[in-house]
């Protein structure tokens, strides 16, 4: 385990009996693990040509193991007649996640509806997660998946920190996600994130599931995403001010939700400068829509006088 290896702990070899799924057998073999009395973990006896995957698997000795163990291989397999069952409908993801660099730093902008095909499953999800001081990921995809692999990426960074007694790059660590992602390509994972910060200058990194991996200066993911980029690209320039970037970001996450039902509810939005991310209050995003109204009055009244 990489904790292990950080905090130096030594293993212990005890006899243990131990079951593979090739012999189905009792066998006395020594092999490193941990004893009741601390919190060391064992360590596997793996192979390079499988991608590190255990070569046996251990179970813990129960008081009627034997009857178990001698169960042939058969036995932990399918039925021939089973089937998969399929879901009664497809389930449609979708989101709007942005991000784009300006002369002041980095934005970060998002809804927070997390939508299961017609349904709003949560009106009110993080789409915008920190990593570090200086490092915000947006994700898009299965909710699921995406938690789960920015889990993985703070617990890698936070030990490659705690290995070399520095912080990971933000280039390095996008090129590190990428390398995790690629052995799953052509599954069922969805997972599309845009990791936004700082580290000698602004970094704005998109990878998504397959291991592909693209730097840019604006990125915009998600069901919602081409009408955010129509906002974007009629807009954003390098010049604009920190007030003119947040109004920008917002307005393109409302452009989005306004014609995505997928997306909605209210925009999350981060700021990422050379001194770490700032968040701005959450929106709702109806607040924008009478704004917008407001604003289209006060034009129909000049044009009339």
């Known amino acids: ?78 039925p021939k007649n089973s089937m998969t069952v399929q879901r009664p409908f497809r389930l449609a993801h979708g989101t709007t996640t942005l991000g784009f660099i300006f002369q002041g730093g980095v934005i970060a902008a998002a809804d927070t509806r997390a939508s299961a095909g017609g349904l709003v499953a949560c009106p009110a999800v993080h789409k915008i997660t920190p990593i570090h001081s ?92 081409p009408y955010a980029y129509g906002v974007l690209d009629r807009e954003l320039r390098w010049s604009l001010s920190k007030g003119e970037a947040i109004s920008l970001a917002r307005e393109a996450v409302f452009r989005a939700t306004h014609r995505d039902a997928y997306s909605g509810n209210n925009v999350d939005l981060f700021h990422i400068t050379a001194q770490g991310w700032s968040q701005r209050k959450r929106e709702d995003l109806k607040e924008e829509y009478y704004r917008d109204k407001e604003k289209k009055g006060k034009k129909k009244n000049d044009k009339l006088k």
């Open 134 to 225: 200086h490092l915000v990921v947006t994700s898009s995809g299965s909710g699921a998946d995406c938690m789960l692999w920015e889990r993985i990426l703070i617990r890698e960074i936070r030990l490659y920190q705690l290995r070399h007694g520095h912080r990971l790059s933000i280039r390095a660590t996008a090129k590190l996600l990428s390398s995790m992602l690629h052995p799953f390509k052509g599954t069922e994972m969805c997972v599309a994130l845009t990791l936004c910060g700082w580290d000698n200058g602004p970094k704005l990194i998109y990878v998504c599931s397959d291991g592909a991996r693209l730097q840019g200066d604006v990125f915009s993911v998600g069901s919602g995403s």
């Open 1 to 78: 385990m990489a904790l292990e290896d950080v905090c130096s702990f030594k293993e212990r070899s005890v006899q243990h009996k131990w079951f593979s799924f090739s012999s189905l057998g009792d066998a006395a073999i020594p092999f490193p693990m941990s004893d009741h009395y601390n919190l060391r973990y064992s360590r596997l006896e793996t192979s390079e040509n499988n991608c590190g995957v255990p070569l046996h698997f251990f179970i813990p000795p129960l008081p009627h193991s034997s009857s178990f163990i001698k169960r042939p291989l058969s036995s932990f397999c399918p």
